[in-house]
């Protein structure tokens, strides 16, 4: 890893050796750009969850595919694809809301099974995974699960400034030279509009190349979900996808996906796209492609504008999520991400987060203190994305709904552990913020006014408490004061 300074034109080697970028599958190949607070990594790893980054704005969360923006599994290592406790799912992308929880009582293990005499658990539910602009050329398709061989100067880059993913290669459809198309994605789910998320794919090629362009919206994330509806819409270049946590009535999300193309009258016909497009069979995915012309030598822009509104935070989640996604079509790519940017330079100042710099502006050499000095920046971003600001809730007519989750352990781009809330969220993430953030962290301590009620409701059934443990576990994680 590589520390650069843009505009003191000082490029500070990292000792890869000396740092620990836990997760990082290689830091050799990835470069932190201080000026610009950016991860950039030019090395492709598919089917590592290691590899893959979440994007969130503390209501949507998103967890995208190490080669763009799509819907991956994770491919075994030594047969091993599988989350740990409690619900041992398959690893793969996952996409959901704030307080999108099931009824559970069957699914995955638990440290108190006398509990379920009571009704059970209650695990994050997935929505269907919304972010994918699937692109089929010369036979071939790109998506996740792409070869590498077909890829060639790889770049991702996490702009945590801006709050903005973005992807950039060229791709050899079928592996022929002949036919080489540059690819970017980039992609952002809005900090201050939570129900929206803006996806752009731009594309060029010397040749003259026909290609179909698939705006997806895959049903395989929607884990411990159920179907309610979908549509590709006739009236305007729009699908959705509905679906409620798994043994709920009252609860429903909807996702809704408008496309759009900078040179739309040279788009063919759209059509409602086949189920073999996607991984794998699911009710709830939906599709629309449209058939078009790169013309040698110029660039094309397509754009998906995303709406996502559930019941928990919104009274009518349809009405909010088509809003969101019309909205976002109307005002298109630029304005959105200049709303949302300057929203995250507004939370992410330079003043609040740490610096390590020596007052000339160099950077110790001690590695340890570079890599302070990233995580610095790095650790509230990743934070501060899972939390709605304030200026968020006041854009949403002051919907107090949107402040009551707390944060699942591993935000909102993870069902691991079971998108459970635990105590790290007040000892681990919120002292983190209490200086620099105070108003971004009020969802934490609101949870647990929110849920005062139940608490004291259980305390009636906790006649053994929680001490009443047998021994049987279902779970595999054995903790030192339970076994
Ligand atoms: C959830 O639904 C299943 C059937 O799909 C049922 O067997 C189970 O008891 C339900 N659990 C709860 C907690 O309602
Ligand atoms: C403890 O929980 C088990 C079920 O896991 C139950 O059978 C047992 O009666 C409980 N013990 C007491 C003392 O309540
Ligand atoms: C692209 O499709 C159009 C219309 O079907 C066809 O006329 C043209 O020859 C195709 N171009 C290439 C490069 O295949
Ligand atoms: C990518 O597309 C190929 C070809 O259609 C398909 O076999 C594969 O399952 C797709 N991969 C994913 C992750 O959707
Ligand atoms: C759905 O019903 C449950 C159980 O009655 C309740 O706790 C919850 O607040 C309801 N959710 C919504 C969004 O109405
Ligand atoms: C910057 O300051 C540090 C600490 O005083 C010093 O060791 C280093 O040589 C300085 N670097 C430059 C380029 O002036």
Do not use: C
């Given at each position: 890893m590589r520390i650069r300074h843009v505009f003191l034109s000082a490029l500070i080697p990292l000792a890869a050796s000396g740092?620990?970028?836990?997760?990082?599958?290689?830091?050799?190949n990835i470069e932190w750009n201080d000026d610009r607070w950016e991860l950039v990594t030019t090395q492709l790893d598919q089917?590592?969850?290691?590899?893959r980054m979440s994007l969130s704005n503390g209501y949507l969360g998103i967890n995208l595919a190490a080669l763009g923006p799509f819907f991956e599994r994770d491919a075994p290592i030594m047969g091993d694809n599988w989350n740990g406790?409690?619900?041992?799912?398959?690893?793969q992308t996952f996409a959901t809301i704030a307080g999108f929880y099931d009824a559970d009582d069957r699914e995955g293990g638990s440290n108190?099974?006398?509990?379920?005499?009571y009704g059970g658990d209650s695990f994050l539910s997935g929505i269907p995974h919304w972010a994918g602009l699937i692109v089929k050329a010369n036979g071939a398709m790109l998506n996740?699960?792409?070869?590498?061989?077909?890829?060639?100067?790889f770049s991702s880059r996490l702009d945590m400034k801006g709050g903005i993913l973005q992807w950039a290669f060229d791709w050899m459809p079928g592996n022929d030279h002949g036919n080489v198309i540059n690819v970017e994605y980039e992609m952002f789910v809005h900090k201050l509009y939570v129900n929206q998320a803006a996806v752009q794919l731009r594309l060029k090629s010397h040749r003259h190349i026909n290609l179909t362009v698939y705006d997806v919206i895959d049903?395989?994330?929607?884990?411990?979900a159920d179907f309610v509806g979908k549509n590709y819409e006739e009236a305007s270049p729009t699908i959705w996808s509905a679906v409620r946590p798994k043994?709920?009535?009252n609860v429903t999300a909807y996702v809704v996906s408008t496309l759009q193309c900078?040179?739309?009258?040279?788009?063919g016909a759209r059509s409602e796209v086949d189920?073999?497009?996607?991984?794998s069979t699911q009710t709830s995915s939906v599709g629309q492609s449209v058939d078009m012309e790169l013309l040698g030598g110029r660039r094309v822009e397509i754009t998906k504008y995303v709406g996502v509104a559930s019941s928990d935070a919104f009274d009518n989640p349809r009405r909010t999520a088509f809003a969101a996604s019309l909205a976002g079509a109307n005002a298109g790519f630029f304005a959105l991400r200049h709303s949302h940017v300057e929203e995250w330079e507004s939370i992410m100042t330079q003043d609040s987060v740490d610096r390590y710099n020596y007052p000339n502006g160099t950077l110790p050499a001690d590695p340890r203190i570079q890599e302070l000095h990233v995580t610095s920046v790095t650790n509230p971003f990743m934070i501060l994305q899972n939390t709605v600001g304030p200026n968020a809730i006041a854009a949403a007519g002051?919907?107090?709904?949107?402040?009551?989750?707390s944060i699942p352990v591993c935000g909102l781009g993870s069902d691991c552990y079971g998108g459970l809330i635990f105590w790290d969220a007040e000892t681990w993430m919120a002292l983190g913020l209490?200086?620099?953030?105070?108003?971004?962290?009020v969802n934490i301590v609101n949870y647990r006014v929110e849920m005062y009620p139940q608490a004291k409701e259980n305390i009636k059934s906790a006649?053994?408490?929680?001490?009443?443990?047998?021994?049987?576990?279902?779970?595999g994680a054995v903790y030192p004061w339970t076994s």
């Open positions: 740092l620990s970028m836990r997760g990082a599958a290689n830091v050799d089917g590592h969850y290691q590899s406790w409690p619900l041992f799912n398959t690893r108190f099974p006398w509990l379920g005499q996740a699960s792409t070869s590498a061989k077909e890829i060639s100067r049903g395989t994330s929607a884990v411990r043994n709920t009535t900078d040179q739309y009258r040279e788009l189920e073999d497009v996607f991984g002051y919907n107090p709904r949107l402040n009551i989750n209490q200086l620099s953030h105070p108003q971004h962290i006649y053994t408490s929680s001490k009443n443990h047998t021994g049987r576990f279902t779970g």
